[in-house]
C-alpha cells in the first residue's frame, strides 16, 4: 500500500473519511525496515482518532515481519474507542495466539482495499458497539499497560511450550445453593435480543 493507493482510498470515501497522505510536521515518511513512520505526536494522533469510529491501520511491514508501528497504531486506535481497520498482509498480529482480533477490528486482505467504503458502511451501530467494548476488554486484559503486555507475551511463550499455568492456590469454590436446587426465587423474565445497559 502506497501513498498513491491512500490517496485513491481518499477519493474512493469522498467527504465520508479523513483520509491524510502526507504528515503535516513534515516528519519522514519511512520507519525502521522501509515501514511508514508515525505521523506527529501522540496528542495529535489522539485528536483525529478521538472523533473517528475507525482508524485505518496498514500493515506495510515485510511479509511474516511482526511490525511494531502497526502495533502501536493498533493500540492507539484502541486507547480513543475507534475500530482499527487492518489491511492485512501475511504479518501476524499482535499476540494474534491468544487474542481473537476479529471481535475487535475489521481485518481485510490487503487486495480487498477498494472495497473498503463498502465493508465499512455495511457495519451496523450494535457491531459497533460490540466491537468497541471488545476493544476495551483487549486493552484492559493483554495491551494496556507495559506490565499488561509483558504478561501477555510470557503467556504466549507459555502456550508455545505447553507448560501449564501456574495453580490458584487458598481460592475455595463458593456454594450458592446448599440443597442442589437452583431454582430458588427466580423471576420470569422477557425474552430480550440485545443488551443495552452496556
Known amino acids: 500500500l ?8 481518499k477519493k474512493l470515501c469522498g467527504t465520508k473519511c479523513d ?3 502526507s504528515c503535516s510536521q513534515g516528519l519522514a515518511q519511512v520507519g525502521p525496515r522501509g515501514e511508514w513512520s508515525l505521523c506527529g505526536v501522540a496528542a ?3 485528536q483525529s482518532l478521538l472523533q473517528a469510529t475507525f482508524a485505518l491501520v496498514p500493515d506495510i511491514s515485510e511479509a511474516g515481519t511482526p511490525s511494531v508501528t502497526m502495533a502501536v497504531r493498533l493500540i492507539e486506535a484502541l486507547w480513543s474507542g475507534a475500530i ?5 498482509t501475511t504479518s501476524p498480529l499482535p499476540f494474534e495466539e491468544v487474542i481473537e482480533w476479529r471481535r475487535a477490528a475489521v481485518i481485510l486482505p490487503m487486495a480487498r482495499w477498494p472495497e473498503l467504503q463498502l465493508v465499512l458502511s455495511g457495519i451496523v451501530q450494535e457491531d459497533i458497539l460490540l466491537m468497541r467494548t471488545q476493544g476495551r476488554f483487549l486493552l484492559d486484559t493483554y495491551l494496556g499497560t507495559s506490565s499488561r503486555i509483558v504478561s501477555t ?4 511463550v507459555r502456550r508455545r511450550l505447553k507448560m501449564p499455568a501456574a ?3 487458598g ?5 450458592h445453593f446448599q440443597d442442589g436446587n437452583d431454582n430458588h426465587d427466580r423471576a420470569p423474565s422477557g425474552l430480550f435480543r440485545q443488551n443495552y445497559t452496556l
Open 153 to 156: 507475551a510470557v503467556n504466549v
Open 167 to 169: 495453580s490458584l492456590e
Open 171 to 175: 481460592i475455595k469454590e463458593e456454594i
Open 84 to 88: 482499527p481497520v487492518v489491511l492485512h
Open 2 to 9: 502506497s501513498v498513491l493507493d491512500m490517496g485513491k482510498i
Open 44 to 46: 495529535e494522533r489522539e
Open 19 to 21: 483520509v491524510e497522505v
